[in-house]
């Protein structure tokens, strides 16, 4: 690395790798920082792996706009570079009247956003497509699917270097000063403390954002940047006879929308998994708690009743860096320059938890038009 570059981007995850392809062309110094020995090794490696449509967000915000413009980019990406993925399509299902007339404003706000091809259907048409469900309405959405992820993030990676990046993996870094013509980012690796100055900075730093957004000045509670975080566990599910299901199954999700309900995925192999659940943490623990094997069961027999206790084991966790607090008002994804706090060319990436990597190719573009204006 040399002492100047044009983009440094931190954080190696499906985000910042996103953006680097986006930015990586000749001629153009971009670096890519990350702490970890290898990338995606944080949440963009513990989540569900879904590529979603698009319904949940309220309408207008990023999340719903770079959600609908990820899925259909990301399709594209998979099948052009044969980047695995399965367009399995996605019904939630509601098991009551009451979560029946919740699909209904569901379905509304799903079609607001753009969400593609979202219909309700019958409990017969319901039974003809799970014949293994419960639910008494449901909505299909056909443009719902599950990705590679890290293939996702190689073909970031590929690109990337392609356009003639570099990335410092085991590389800390741990401070940002405005200085005239950019920023001093100082960083930690094995040689120690090193600088280097770059024109601009985003930071996609996950988990850690808000601190990042902090090193550079900023103050995370004015600016409403703290990041709580949101553990989320998942169970896998031993087949049987009873639970085979042929499409993603969702809940109807709890109205705050912290979350949108523990539902059966499957990955490319067809491996079921159950999860994730909702819970507040203080730390960063990946463990998952075995006692919760009883509540994911119940849960989840309410659509799949063939579903057995036995069938479950502990799997994994990931951690949602939410920007919404425990009980309070959903919030969209923060991705904003910088420029009024003093700041210009200070990308900021803050709470970008899902719909994260279906957005994370419309993301890109997103802050490629963002800096356009300085290099
Ligand atoms: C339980 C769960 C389920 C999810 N399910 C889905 C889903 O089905 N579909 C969907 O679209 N989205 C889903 N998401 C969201 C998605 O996983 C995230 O939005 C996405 O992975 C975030 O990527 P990221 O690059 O921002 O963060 P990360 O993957 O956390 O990457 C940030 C990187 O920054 C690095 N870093 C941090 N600080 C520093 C520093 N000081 N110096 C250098 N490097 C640093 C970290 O080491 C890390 O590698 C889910 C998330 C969770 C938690």
Known sequence: MSNRADIAIIGAGVIGLAITAQLAKAGRQVYVLEKNESFGLETSSRHSGVIHAGIYYPQGSLKSKLCVAGNRILYELCQKYDIGHRRSGKLIVATNDWEGGELEVLL??????????????????????????????????????????????????????????????????????????????IVEDSGGKSSFITTTLVNSGGLYSDEIAEMAGIGIDEADYRLHYCKGEYFGLRRRQGTKVNRLIYPVPPSDIAGVGIHITFDLEGRMRLGPDIEYVDSLDYNVDSRDQK?????????????????????????????????????????????????????????????????????????????????
């Open 295 to 375: 509540l994911f069961c119940f849960l989840v027999r309410k659509l799949l009743p063939a579903i057995e206790y036995e069938d479950l084991a502990p799997e994994m966790a990931g951690i949602r860096p939410k920007l919404q607090e425990p009980g309070g008002e959903i919030r969209d994804f923060v991705i904003r320059d910088e420029a009024d706090r003093g700041l210009p060319g200070f990308i900021n990436l803050i709470g970008i938890e899902s719909p994260g990597l279906t957005a994370a190719p419309a993301i890109a573009e997103y802050v490629a038009g963002l800096i356009e204006g300085y290099i």
């Open 108 to 185: 509304e706000r799903g079609r607001g956003n753009g969400a593609e091809g979202l219909k309700l259907i019958s409990r017969r048409e319901l039974k003809k497509l799970e014949p293994n469900l419960v639910g008494v309405t449901a909505m299909l959405s056909p443009s719902s699917g599950i990705i590679d992820s890290h293939a996702l993030m190689q073909y970031f990676i590929a690109k990337s270097v392609e356009g003639g990046a570099q990335i410092a993996y085991k590389t800390k870094v741990v401070g940002v000063d405005k200085v005239s013509d950019g920023y001093e980012v």
